[in-house]
């Protein structure tokens, strides 16, 4: 493998603000260091999630989050360097994950709007062979939320659900994960008027026009409501006596039960053959991917919340 350079280029804010104003790219950013339990990722897509720019926004500065720092959970790319305590990788490896384990702690200062990152082993798992790179960094934070989500609630074959934004990054997958994963009884999920036709495709059962239809007022209930987009006091509306709803907005309206993902590259690895098979796939939003050098257009478009699936960033640089 080619040696590495000291300097890489990056997306990198130094203050908190919106991602158009804080947002600068710097080609002269030191390489990060790996620790014993790291790789090196020579980056070649990143996926953006809401909680990038809102990172940006300062929202998690509580948690000491130093700046400068380039955002960035996201990441598919090559192992270019391995810790010494590194056994389930080797240079030239594929991958992909969310680099940064726990959502709003500890999180890394150089993340995957970089031409190098680093992430733990245990966050990351060899790249789906039939994904390509763009496909592959728009899964990990959307499909681990969607699973971990369904688990944490304990959805099982036979029950239904009621989607919320499911033409969302998160929704796309918890319509195809409470499907072929699970073995959902029934699915409805909520979109605009233009996107009902991808939940019918995803496998929605029921796609409900949010722009002309209450859901909590349809005559059926169900018996799990995952909220995508914070409504999870009208959604405790649209349940099954016994029913639950899990948000991933918060503040949450009780008794819905809020939820935050945990990085884990043995749950990528779980759901693999469901990737591989087609059963579950990649949802990329159709402006995209945005070339590295429009990262900021990438994310203002993220940023008006009508991203269709994931925004990612390819190629890079």
Excluded: C
Aim: cysteine-free; hydrophobic content about 40%.
């Amino acid at each position: 493998m080619a040696n590495t350079p000291s300097h890489i280029k990056a997306w990198i804010y130094s203050e908190y603000g919106k991602t158009q104003e804080v947002l600068k790219f710097d080609a002269n950013v030191p390489i990060p260091e790996i620790k014993e339990d790291q790789v090196l990722i020579k980056v070649v897509a990143a996926g953006l999630n809401p909680i990038d720019y809102k990172r940006t926004l300062g929202y998690l500065q509580s948690f000491g989050t130093p700046l400068p720092a380039v955002p960035g959970y996201d990441v598919a790319g090559v192992v270019v360097k391995i810790g010494s305590q590194v056994t389930k990788f080797k240079v030239g490896d594929e991958v992909y994950g969310d680099i940064n384990e726990i959502a709003i702690q500890n999180l890394k200062t150089i993340g995957s709007l970089a031409e190098y990152t680093t992430a733990e082993e245990k966050v990351l798992a060899h790249k789906p062979s039939n994904l390509s790179f763009a496909e592959a960094a728009s899964l990990p934070a959307a499909i681990l939320t969607a699973y971990q989500g369904l688990e944490r609630i304990e959805f099982s074959a036979g029950k239904s659900i009621l989607v919320l934004g499911g033409a969302g990054g998160v929704g796309t997958l918890v319509i195809q994960i409470a499907k072929n994963v699970f073995g959902a009884s029934k699915i409805a999920a909520t979109a605009s008027t233009t996107k009902l036709e991808l939940l019918r495709e995803l496998g929605a059962d029921l796609p409900i026009d949010y722009t002309k239809e209450n859901y909590e007022e349809l005559p059926e209930k169900f018996d799990v409501v995952y909220d995508t987009v914070g409504e999870s006091g009208r959604a405790l509306k649209a349940i099954k006596e016994g029913g639950k709803v899990i948000t991933i907005v918060r503040p949450e309206t009780p008794p819905a039960i809020p939820f935050g993902v945990t990085s884990n590259g043995v749950v990528l690895e779980k759901l693999e053959p469901y990737l591989e098979s087609g059963k579950v796939k990649a949802v990329l939003d159709p402006k995209g991917p945005f070339p590295f050098s429009q990262a900021i257009e990438a994310f203002a478009h993220l940023e008006t919340n009508r991203a269709i699936g994931k925004v990612v960033v390819h190629p890079i640089p």
